[in-house]
């Protein structure tokens, strides 16, 4: 049995996207900052009869993200998917002229540093299975920046270039790098942005491993 990781695993896409993993036959390696929270969540997952462990960590903490992404795959069994999709704190959605350094900062390390950490650890995992898939949730800022929004557009611009550059490097092998677009907010009960629909989005990415971006939804022109 093999694993996906979900990095970000909250109530909202993280519980939906394990669910329709778990259904496939994926072990849930549910990692986020709450261990508490994780393990509620857990043995939600393992009432409903899927395999599901937690695993605390901070994105922005590279060393504490590795670890939890090894205990993982120890535990629960080869990485073969890795999902990326940590909610951004609320600093990163800062004006421009009101976005310090330090709020720059703390954005890359979440949109950039974080990734960076996350793939490095999985990857050489996914090329001994000859198989996996490596997917990326952005808001519309990844492609689109906004100067309302300053951290994320920082963050997430450096976080599209690197996974750009990551289905570059992957072309001619087994594995499938998807970036999945959601402009704005997620909304339950939406017909394009409910959890339930961006998970199956994602399934479907990860099982026709076709296009690299996919939008949930028509990027609206922003106002500037």
Do not use: C
Not at 4 to 25: D, H, K, P
Not at 33 to 54: H, I, K
Not at 184 to 202: F, R, S
């Amino acid at each position: 049995m093999t694993t996906v990781a979900i990095i970000g695993a909250g109530r909202n896409l993280g519980e939906a996207l394990a669910r329709r993993f778990g259904r496939e036959g994926f072990s849930l390696a549910l990692i986020s900052r709450n261990q508490e929270r994780l393990d509620a969540l857990a043995a939600d997952l393992e009432a409903d009869g899927f395999t599901a462990r937690g695993y605390a960590a901070n994105v922005r903490d590279p060393e504490s993200l590795i670890a939890a992404l090894d205990r993982a795959g120890q535990e629960l069994g080869h990485i073969e998917v890795l999902s990326y999709n940590p909610l951004p704190q609320k600093e990163f959605l800062r004006p421009l002229l009101e976005s310090t350094v330090t709020d720059v900062k703390a954005a890359v390390e979440f949109s950039v540093y974080g990734p960076v950490a996350a793939v490095h650890q999985v990857l050489q995992g996914m090329r001994f299975l000859k198989r996996g898939t490596v997917l990326f949730v952005n808001g519309g800022s990844a492609v689109q920046p906004v100067q309302h929004f300053a951290g994320t557009s920082i963050g997430f611009a450096g976080e599209t270039a690197y996974a750009e550059m990551l289905n570059q490097a992957m072309a001619d092998e087994p594995i499938y790098v998807g970036q999945l677009i959601i402009p704005g907010a997620i909304v339950p009960g939406d017909e394009q942005k409910d959890p339930e629909v961006l998970a199956e989005k994602l399934w479907q990415m990860h099982s026709q491993r076709s296009e690299f971006r996919v939008y949930a939804t028509e990027l609206e022109q922003q106002p500037y």
